[in-house]
């Protein structure tokens, strides 16, 4: 890391290019801030094609979602954006200094405040031939794409506690659902019974494989070799945050390891703020984690302009 000071210090510096990041970052600079928006480049929704529910924006490529986000923001004085990844976040004299590094090439920036917006990574379950139909035929958010899938004879996919709970909001949109936990125990026997009252089969068996072509998924074979039609559904991944390169800092963290905030984006480190899905209860959709971005930058703008003794209350 180079040991020269940097010349800039910036206001806001926003961790995170998704759309909480995005959000917060124009907000602020329209709030005629300095706004040094960083972000590595690896959206949580890479893996599909179209987004769909965020308002006049309906199926739009999350790619150009952010392309579009990213030139509005740039458009303004004050913001400067940097492909990079934040490595580590400390306290220093000026405020807090970010030391990034993508591909050996390393940056440093210091910045008064900093928003943490680097949201979540998911791991899907272990099955083969999944990954290759994640995004396509199956999915993961069931509000964001459940319409996509009505009527269809879909599967839905998890080793986690929920899973009864996620075929039931999936009813919703087919009558024709399978559930299947790949060998874990996570379905209780009370609720096989209410799931088989309302037409739906809890199928325990491990998944060999989805199997599929070039047009989607077909089925799903079981270890015993038996297929079963599916056109693709729903899987529930594991999330976690990565949120490491805070660690310097010590903010407070909640059981599922993201950052705990007050009503307004506060962490517990002063000056330190979260939005979008680094914070509780994790998983959303575009247009919360860019509402949230919206509420956060207010609320620092609030901060930065200070004056009263406690500005707790102060944002409507
Ligand atoms: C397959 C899939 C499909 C989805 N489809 C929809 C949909 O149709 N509609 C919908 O509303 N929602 C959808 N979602 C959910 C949506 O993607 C999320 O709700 C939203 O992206 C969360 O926004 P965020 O800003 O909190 O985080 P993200 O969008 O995940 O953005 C976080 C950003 O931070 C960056 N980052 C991480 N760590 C660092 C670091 N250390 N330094 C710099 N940058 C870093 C990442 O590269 C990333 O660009 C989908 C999710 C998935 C997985």
């Known amino acids: 890391m180079t040991s020269e000071a940097p010349e800039t210090v910036y206001d806001v510096a926003v961790i995170g290019g998704g759309p909480a990041g995005l959000s917060a970052a124009l907000n602020l600079v329209r709030a005629r801030r300095r706004v040094l928006l960083i972000d590595s480049n690896r959206p949580r929704n890479s893996a599909t094609l179209l987004s769909h529910g965020f308002l006049t924006r309906d199926g739009i490529s999350p790619l150009e979602l952010r392309r579009l986000g990213r030139e509005e923001f740039l458009g303004y004085e004050g913001a400067e954006h940097r492909m990079t990844m934040v490595q580590s976040v400390t306290a220093g004299p000026d405020g807090f200094v970010l030391d990034c590094e993508l591909r050996k090439k390393t940056s440093r920036a210091v910045a008064r405040t900093v928003i943490a917006a680097t949201g979540l990574q998911e791991t899907l379950p272990d ?5 290759a139909f994640y995004g396509t035929s199956y999915h993961s958010c069931i509000e964001c794409d459940g319409y996509d899938k009505r009527d269809q004879p879909i599967a839905v996919i998890g080793e986690h506690a929920d899973l009864a709970q996620r075929a039931l909001l999936l009813s919703q949109w087919s009558d024709d659902l399978l559930v299947c936990t790949n060998g874990a125990d996570v379905v209780r026997s009370l609720d096989e019974e209410m799931l088989d009252s309302r ?21 799903i074979r079981f270890d015993d070799g038996t297929v079963v039609e599916r056109s693709g559904g729903f899987v529930r991944p594991s999330w976690s945050s990565e949120l490491g390169y805070l660690a310097p800092l010590g903010a407070d963290l909640d059981a599922d390891e993201l950052l705990v905030v007050d009503a307004h984006g506060r962490t517990s480190v002063p000056s330190l703020y979260a939005a979008g ?3 509780g209860p994790g998983p959303q959709q575009l247009i919360v984690a860019a509402g949230i971005g919206a509420a956060v930058a207010a ?13 707790s209350d102060a944002v409507e």
């Open 299 to 311: 609320t620092i703008n609030r901060d930065l302009v200070g004056g009263l003794s406690d500005l």
């Open 277 to 279: 899905e680094t914070t």
């Open 199 to 219: 037409g739906i089969a809890v199928d325990r068996r491990v998944i060999a494989e989805i199997e599929g072509g070039r047009e989607g998924a077909t089925g």
């Open 127 to 131: 099955i083969p031939g999944l990954r």
